[in-house]
């Protein structure tokens, strides 16, 4: 079972963000961040370490080689954010609206993801590691070719999701919504399910149940 290590925080920050804004190379180091507009920013090899976000407008934004480390997002909004090729460690978003987010080609560990909303986004040739997603949407989330192996989904819809090529031996699928799920048969081995997922696994191979 996938245990994130929890981010490492100070107990004392600064307050705010100068000029309310991001530009590349910047570093937002032991801040807290509340209801800032920072939607539709545009910047490149960003980092925010050992900070809480708290109703962060992020949306439609594009952060290439992001690293977020040690850091507490809650109820922020990333809606068709891109950020590929990110590295995240030590991160927890909770509650957040994370729909249609690009994660593409990033590297993603000691992170939990709790009753988010992800659905449509894009994980595509993502790795993870000691990651956990609590009642998460994940309907129709693209996890093509990504390194699943260990983590767990914990009571999320991943109805319609795409796991093609994924790597998921010792992924923990019980408790999810899986009907629907695009996966090769060879690709399961390994995986772990409950009993009441059995029937959705056995029409993903082609059985005629009747």
């Known amino acids: ?34 209801n800032i507009d920072l939607s539709k920013t545009n910047a490149r090899q960003i980092k925010l370490k050992e900070s809480t976000f708290v109703s962060v407008e992020f949306g439609d934004s594009k952060f290439k080689e992001i690293e977020i480390s040690n850091t507490i997002l809650k109820k922020c909004n990333f809606a068709n954010a891109k950020l590929e090729e990110g590295n995240i460690d030590r991160v927890e978003f909770v509650s957040c609206r994370l729909t249609g987010i690009d994660f593409a080609d ?17 994980f595509r040739f993502t790795s993870f590691k000691d990651v956990v997603f609590k009642d998460c949407d994940l309907e129709e989330a693209d996890f093509l ?59 993903l191979m082609g059985v005629d149940i009747r």
Not at 17 to 31: R, T, W
Not at 111 to 119: A, D, M, Q, S, V
Not at 160 to 170: C, D, I, T
Request: some cysteine.
């Open 145 to 203: 070719g990504a390194d699943l192996r260990g983590i767990e989904f914990n009571s999320c819809n991943l109805v319609k999701a795409q796991f093609s090529n994924a790597k998921l031996h010792g992924a923990d699928f019980r408790a999810s919504q899986i009907s629907g799920i695009k996966i090769q048969s060879e690709n399961l081995k390994g995986v772990i399910i409950g009993p009441e997922q059995s029937i959705d696994i056995i029409r």
């Open 1 to 34: 079972m996938s245990v994130p290590k929890k981010p490492v925080i100070p107990d004392i920050l600064a307050a705010g963000l100068k000029d309310k804004k991001i530009q590349d190379e910047v570093i937002v180091d032991e801040s807290a961040l509340a």
């Open 106 to 122: 990033s590297i993603i560990k000691n992170t939990l993801f709790k009753e988010c909303k992800i659905n449509l986004s894009n």
